[in-house]
């Protein structure tokens, strides 16, 4: 089994039943990424998203790494919800800053879904150049919040050089594990 990774979109709903049924096939992964220069081609709202990242990334506990990661949700109730990475001497009990955003805001908003998101680093006191991605755990609790209230989360990554944005973290987990695969059959 081949998978190509390019830029577009495909459903991929039904597209496994013969590979479970043993016939071989080759599935090719489009992903929608919005690239813009800067902040100023972002909306108002993003923008401040984007600044509330910032300071969450400044504010992070990062005392190992020194890789410090801030995160900003916007809920639908209009709520600004920030997180930042919170390291551990025990570095599997550390949270990343995406998690500790949705977790929050999942826990005091129970019924608010995320509207989107910003995310951004700081390595030893300077903004990093180039975005930062989630990684696959934050994706896979990103997707969980999307599925909850059947509605998209906007990501914005931002880097000093660059802003990268998808309309949904379908885009970046596109393999994605969910509740479906708990259902027996």
Do not use: W
Not at 81 to 103: H, K, M, T
Not at 144 to 164: A, H
């Amino acid at each position: 089994m081949s998978f190509y990774a390019s830029y577009g979109y495909l459903d991929l709903s039904t597209r496994f039943v013969n590979l479970i049924q043993g016939d071989p096939i080759n599935v090719e992964i489009h992903i929608n990424i919005e690239e813009y220069k800067s902040p100023d081609e972002l909306s108002a709202e993003e923008q401040q998203l984007i600044q509330r990242a910032i300071e969450s990334a400044r504010d992070a506990y990062a005392p190992y790494s020194e890789f410090c990661v801030g995160a900003c949700l916007l809920l639908e109730n209009g709520t600004y919800i920030s997180g930042n990475n919170q390291e551990n001497a025990a570095y599997p009990d550390g949270l990343c800053a995406e998690r500790v955003a949705i977790f929050a805001a999942n826990a005091n908003h129970p019924g608010s879904p995320v509207k989107m998101m910003a995310v951004t680093a700081v390595f030893q006191d300077k903004l990093l150049d180039q975005p930062v991605y989630p990684c696959g755990s934050c994706r896979q609790a990103l997707l969980e919040s999307e599925l909850r209230f059947n509605r998209p989360v906007r990501i914005l990554m931002y880097g000093k050089e660059g802003i990268l944005a998808v309309n949904s973290i379908k885009e970046l987990l596109p393999l994605s594990f969910d509740s479906s695969f708990l259902k027996s059959k």
